[in-house]
């Protein structure tokens, strides 16, 4: 976020949530307590598949890793209108969970999306401004949305879900709106999502979607270059191959339309 | 960088000395040697690979030895040591070693 501080006689109000693991507090404040109210609600409403009633919900929760517990703690001052403060929100949030699990998880840039029985998850991995998030608007709305932005991958399979609001350009401002994923009529998976599958995703134009097998070595240099705090893991290189081949190895699939990706998903997640 | 090592793409062969740069991890993938230093992940050809295998990082090797130990296990074209030494700088450039004038 922007300057933390904001004016001692400003209302505040509390937001608790978990995402990618890690819990969160916000400490929202506003000039007013209306303003304080409805910046909360916008806050509850954006991110309210991470919400949880207090702290020690996610604290006793199984962790991924004991010592991800601590929370993070945010302030959050009214900017100049709530669409702006979530806008800068969502990144901050994001940057400060996953700076949390740096060295604990695998964290991909990545839309990822599992099947909302079974928990079968395919990771769909590009680059920033490439793809990510339609890819995870347009297929969660058949898959259970588990993150369009980085998905954490534990040692023993499991995906962490950091199902934040999804950016949405419109055309009446530069400032993305952060829709939550209900609103966007995205599913919401039921079981505890796994690795099933990873594909490297170009929006090339190529249609039909190309596909085609990545041999292990050069998987490691691709998703390497899209990973958070590489070098922060433990042996990221046994790390990153050893779920590579749980996954049944990666598959780059060159495209032009995130619809198009849909068998290619199914197929991922069949196999698993 | 010690004195004396040069910096990379401003050396010629003649005398060279070449030593191993530490990486922060490597894995041998069906042949292939991926290496991680800092945030870049890198995958090395057979031949790098296996002149790396060759250097250590404590002490320096000359681009003679190098090259006799490159063409005992892959053999090498007549213009070998040139092949060398174009393999060692472009290692050089990715800073997996470094060169100096020996």
């Known amino acids: ?3 933390s501080a904001s004016p001692t006689d400003w209302v505040r109000r509390a937001v608790v949530l978990t995402t990618l693991g890690v819990p969160v507090q916000l400490r929202l404040s506003a000039p007013t307590a209306a303003q304080a ?19 020690t919900d996610a604290l006793t929760e199984p962790p991924v890793d004991a010592s991800a517990g601590d929370p993070v703690d945010l302030d959050v001052p009214l900017l100049d209108d ?13 940057l400060g969970v996953i700076e949390r699990q740096a060295g604990r998880l695998w964290m ?7 099947d909302p029985a079974s928990g079968a998850t395919v990771v769909l991995v590009a680059p920033s401004g490439t793809g990510k998030s339609t890819a995870a608007r347009t297929l969660a709305r058949r898959w259970g949305y588990v993150t369009d932005e980085t998905a954490g991958i534990a040692a023993d399979g499991r995906v962490v879900p950091h199902p934040k609001p999804l950016s949405i350009v419109r055309p009446t401002t530069t400032v993305k709106a952060q829709v939550s ?31 085609t ?8 240099a691709r998703l390497g270059e899209q990973t958070s705090y590489v070098a922060r893991m433990e042996r990221p290189l046994s790390f990153m191959a050893s779920l590579i081949e749980r996954a049944g190895g990666v598959r780059l699939a060159r495209y032009r339309e995130a619809a198009e990706l849909e068998p290619l998903v199914a197929e991922l997640m069949e196999r698993a | 960088m010690e004195p004396g090592v040069m910096e990379p793409g401003t050396v010629e062969p003649g005398t060279v000395e070449v030593r191993r740069v530490p990486v922060d991890d490597e894995l041998l993938v069906d042949g292939e040697l991926v290496v991680l230093r800092g945030q870049d992940v890198l995958v090395l050809s057979e031949v790098a690979s296996g002149a790396l295998d060759h ?7 000359s681009l003679a030895s190098l090259t006799d ?8 074209p007549d213009e070998g040591a040139q092949a060398v030494f174009s393999l060692v700088s472009d290692l050089s450039d990715v800073g997996l070693v470094e060169l100096r004038r020996g």
């Open chain 2, 69 to 76: 130990a490159v063409e005992a296990r892959f053999g090498l």
């Open chain 1, 108 to 114: 991909l840039h990545a839309a990822a999306l599992a």
């Open chain 1, 181 to 211: 994923p209900a609103d966007a009529g995205l599913v919401r998976p039921e079981a505890a999502p796994w690795l099933a599958g990873i594909a490297i995703i170009e929006r090339d134009g190529a249609s039909p979607v190309a596909t």
């Open chain 2, 55 to 61: 250097l250590g990082s404590e002490v320096w090797t």
């Open chain 1, 37 to 55: 109210d409805e910046l909360a609600q916008a806050v509850r409403r954006a991110w309210a598949w991470t919400l949880i009633d207090a702290l």
């Open chain 1, 213 to 220: 097998p990545v041999r292990t070595a050069v998987a490691l």
């Open chain 1, 1 to 3: 976020m922007p300057p």
């Open chain 1, 82 to 94: 709530v669409e702006t403060t979530l806008h800068h929100l969502s990144s901050a949030l994001t």
